[in-house]
Nanobody, 118 residues
Framework: QAQVVESGGGLVQPGGSLTLSCAAS????????MCWYRQAPGKERELVAV???????NYADSVKGRFTISRDNTKNTVHLQMNRLKPEDTAVYYC????????????WGQGTQVTVSS
Protein backbone atom coordinates (compact mmCIF):
# COMPACT_ATOMS: atom_id res chain seq x y z
CA GLN A 1 0.00 0.00 0.00
CA ALA A 2 1.17 3.53 -0.77
CA GLN A 3 -0.07 7.03 -0.09
CA VAL A 4 0.54 10.55 -1.31
CA VAL A 5 0.29 13.70 0.77
CA GLU A 6 0.23 17.28 -0.50
CA SER A 7 1.40 20.39 1.29
CA GLY A 8 1.99 24.04 0.60
CA GLY A 9 -1.42 25.50 -0.20
CA GLY A 10 -2.62 28.81 1.15
CA LEU A 11 -3.77 32.34 0.39
CA VAL A 12 -1.75 34.46 -2.01
CA GLN A 13 -2.34 37.77 -3.75
CA PRO A 14 -2.75 37.98 -7.52
CA GLY A 15 0.65 38.02 -9.18
CA GLY A 16 2.20 36.15 -6.30
CA SER A 17 3.87 32.76 -6.12
CA LEU A 18 3.30 29.52 -4.26
CA THR A 19 4.94 26.11 -4.30
CA LEU A 20 3.02 22.90 -3.73
CA SER A 21 4.75 19.70 -2.72
CA CYS A 22 3.65 16.09 -2.75
CA ALA A 23 5.38 13.14 -1.15
CA ALA A 24 4.70 9.49 -1.88
CA SER A 25 5.43 6.92 0.80
CA UNK A 26 4.74 3.32 1.74
CA UNK A 27 5.36 0.14 -0.20
CA UNK A 28 6.80 1.63 -3.41
CA UNK A 29 8.60 -0.35 -6.07
CA UNK A 30 8.55 2.42 -8.66
CA UNK A 31 6.66 5.57 -9.62
CA UNK A 32 5.58 6.27 -13.18
CA UNK A 33 3.87 9.58 -13.94
CA MET A 34 3.16 12.17 -11.28
CA CYS A 35 0.49 14.78 -11.82
CA TRP A 36 -1.18 17.81 -10.38
CA TYR A 37 -4.90 18.33 -10.87
CA ARG A 38 -7.16 21.07 -9.60
CA GLN A 39 -10.86 21.50 -9.01
CA ALA A 40 -12.53 24.85 -8.63
CA PRO A 41 -16.00 25.22 -7.06
CA GLY A 42 -18.68 24.14 -9.50
CA LYS A 43 -16.16 22.91 -12.05
CA GLU A 44 -14.78 19.54 -13.05
CA ARG A 45 -11.37 18.40 -11.96
CA GLU A 46 -8.76 19.33 -14.57
CA LEU A 47 -5.21 18.22 -15.25
CA VAL A 48 -2.76 21.03 -14.55
CA ALA A 49 0.63 19.42 -15.10
CA VAL A 50 2.17 15.99 -15.51
CA UNK A 51 5.74 14.77 -15.37
CA UNK A 52 7.06 11.41 -16.54
CA UNK A 53 9.49 9.23 -14.63
CA UNK A 54 12.20 10.58 -16.93
CA UNK A 55 11.36 14.17 -16.06
CA UNK A 56 9.45 15.26 -19.18
CA UNK A 57 6.77 17.81 -18.20
CA ASN A 58 3.53 18.76 -19.86
CA TYR A 59 1.12 21.55 -18.93
CA ALA A 60 -2.41 22.71 -19.43
CA ASP A 61 -2.55 25.70 -21.74
CA SER A 62 -3.95 27.84 -18.94
CA VAL A 63 -0.76 27.50 -16.84
CA LYS A 64 1.98 27.27 -19.47
CA GLY A 65 4.74 29.75 -18.80
CA ARG A 66 3.58 30.32 -15.23
CA PHE A 67 3.74 26.90 -13.52
CA THR A 68 6.67 24.50 -13.35
CA ILE A 69 6.41 20.86 -12.32
CA SER A 70 9.47 19.01 -11.05
CA ARG A 71 10.20 15.77 -9.26
CA ASP A 72 12.89 14.19 -7.14
CA ASN A 73 12.96 10.45 -7.78
CA THR A 74 15.32 9.86 -4.85
CA LYS A 75 12.75 11.31 -2.43
CA ASN A 76 9.55 10.26 -4.26
CA THR A 77 8.39 13.86 -4.36
CA VAL A 78 6.82 16.14 -6.94
CA HIS A 79 6.53 19.90 -6.75
CA LEU A 80 4.49 22.56 -8.50
CA GLN A 81 5.99 26.03 -8.60
CA MET A 82 3.22 28.49 -9.38
CA ASN A 83 4.12 32.02 -10.45
CA ARG A 84 2.05 35.01 -11.56
CA LEU A 85 -0.98 33.51 -9.93
CA LYS A 86 -4.44 34.66 -11.02
CA PRO A 87 -7.79 34.55 -9.20
CA GLU A 88 -8.89 31.87 -11.65
CA ASP A 89 -6.14 29.61 -10.30
CA THR A 90 -8.14 29.34 -7.08
CA ALA A 91 -8.98 25.68 -6.53
CA VAL A 92 -8.24 22.59 -4.51
CA TYR A 93 -5.06 21.10 -5.93
CA TYR A 94 -4.59 17.34 -5.92
CA CYS A 95 -1.49 15.28 -6.41
CA UNK A 96 -1.73 11.96 -8.20
CA UNK A 97 0.97 9.38 -8.72
CA UNK A 98 1.00 6.12 -10.62
CA UNK A 99 2.80 3.88 -8.14
CA UNK A 100 3.93 0.32 -8.58
CA UNK A 101 3.58 -1.81 -5.43
CA UNK A 102 4.56 -3.71 -7.62
CA UNK A 103 1.32 -3.55 -9.65
CA UNK A 104 0.59 -0.01 -10.79
CA UNK A 105 -2.32 1.95 -9.32
CA UNK A 106 -3.16 5.65 -9.28
CA UNK A 107 -2.91 7.12 -5.80
CA TRP A 108 -4.43 10.48 -4.87
CA GLY A 109 -3.75 12.93 -2.11
CA GLN A 110 -6.40 14.61 -0.01
CA GLY A 111 -5.99 17.96 -1.76
CA THR A 112 -4.70 21.34 -0.69
CA GLN A 113 -6.53 24.63 -1.07
CA VAL A 114 -4.99 27.45 -3.10
CA THR A 115 -6.77 30.79 -2.94
CA VAL A 116 -5.66 33.73 -5.05
CA SER A 117 -7.28 36.90 -3.80
CA SER A 118 -6.46 40.44 -2.77
Amino acid sequence: QAQVVESGGGLVQPGGSLTLSCAASGRIFSINTMCWYRQAPGKERELVAVITSGGTPNYADSVKGRFTISRDNTKNTVHLQMNRLKPEDTAVYYCSARIGTPLYHDYWGQGTQVTVSS
